[in-house]
C-alpha cells in the first residue's frame, strides 16, 4: 500500500471508529423536500437528518451487495469488486465535492440494477439534460413538463403493461389533434424518462405501476406570454383526449382525468430536474425513494431490512429482468445534435473518472481480499472522504487477514 504524502490527521488516525470528527470536512447541511422529492439547503435551525453524500454510497454499495444474492449471474457480480485487467486498484478523491470513489476495477454500467452505477449514469444523465435546457431557454425557448399514466391493477404483467403503454405512446405520438396542439405549443422535440413504481404496501395493493415523465422544449416561434394558465388548461384538455384515444387502443382501458395526464410549466420541470439524479441521495425514477409506493430501489431497501420479504425480491427480479437493456433516457430525433450532446453509452459513464480527482492511495491484491471480505468497500470511500489515508492505513490494520483462505 502506498498513501499520499502529508501528515497524520488529528481526529482520524488511531481511530477509524471516529473518522466522521474530521475538521477539516465541509458540509452543506441538506434535506430532501417530501413534496418534489428535491434535495435542499438546510434552513437556520432546522434539525433533520443529513443527507451526507459518503454515507449514501455507503447505503449504495449494500443495496448492491443485496443484487449480487439476487442476480449472481449478472455483470453487477463483479461490479467494483473485481480487478479490470491488471490495474492497480486506487482510491480516488474529488477535489471539487470532496467525495471519494475507485478506479481499476470493473464496472457493470446497469443504470437499472446497479445502486452503485445507476447513481453515477443517472447524475451525468440529469447535467446533460440540464445543459439542453438551458440552452434552449437562451434561445428564448421555454421546457414543459408532460406526465402520462396508464390505469394498472395488481393482476398485471409488467411485460404486458410496459408493451401496451409503449403502443399507446405510439398512438398518443401519432394522433393528429396531438400534433396539432404541440404546433401550438412551438415543441422542437422531447426527453422522455420512464419510472417504475409498485403499490404492494399501499391499500389498494394497485401493483405495477409504470409512467412517463417527458420533458417538452416548446416555444419555438411562440409568444410565451402564451403559457398561461388558462392555456395550459386547454392544452392539457385537449391532450387528456388524445392520451385517453391512445389508451383504449392500445388495450389499456381508460386513464381518469385527474391522474391520466398532467401537463406542468417549466418550473415545475425545473424541479424535476433539478431532483433527477441526484448523487447525495434520490437518483430519479427506480432509484428514488417514493413518495408513496416502492421504487425498484425502495425494494432492495425492504430486503435489507427484512431479508426474508420474498415478495420483494421477486419483484426486483422482475424490474431487473424486464429492463435490461433498456434505455434509460430517449431524446427524440435530432435533439441531442441541435444541443451538441455527445453519445456516450452507460458502460462509458461507469468507467469514467470523477473530473478533477487526486488518488489518495492504491490498495494491494491482498489489502482488496481483505476489505471484500468483510464488505468494506462503503466504509473505506467513507473513511478515506473524512479521514484521509492515514485513516484508511488504520482501517486496513483492523481488517487484516479476513480474506485470507482458511
Known sequence: MRGQAGGPDPQGAGNPCALGIDAKYKYKAQKLDLDTGEVVPLAEGENVLLADPMENRIQRFILQSIVRSLLPKSRTNNCLRVRQGLQQIQVLKSVQHGTTSYSGLQTCGSVWQCPVCAAKISERRRVEVKAAMDAWKQQCGTVNLLTLTCPHQRTDDLREL???????????????????????MGNIGHIKATETTHGRLSPYDNGWHPHYHILMFDGSGVDLVR?????????????YLCWLNACKLAG???PSH????????GSRADKYISKWGLEDEITRGHTKKAITGETPFDLLRALQADPTDRQAAALFIEFATLFKGKRQLRWSKGLKARFAVEEKTDDQISEEKEDFAEVLGMLTIEQWRDVLAVEGRGVLLFIAARGGWFAVADYLKLIKGKGEKK
Open 162 to 184: 410496459l408493451a401496451k403503454q409503449a403502443k399507446a405512446l405510439n398512438y398518443f405520438w401519432m394522433d393528429r389533434k396531438a400534433k396539432a396542439v404541440f404546433f401550438e
Open 227 to 239: 403559457f398561461d394558465k388558462p392555456q395550459m388548461s386547454s392544452w392539457h384538455a385537449r391532450l
Open 252 to 254: 389499456l382501458g381508460a
Open 258 to 265: 385527474d391522474h391520466g395526464i398532467k401537463l406542468d410549466d
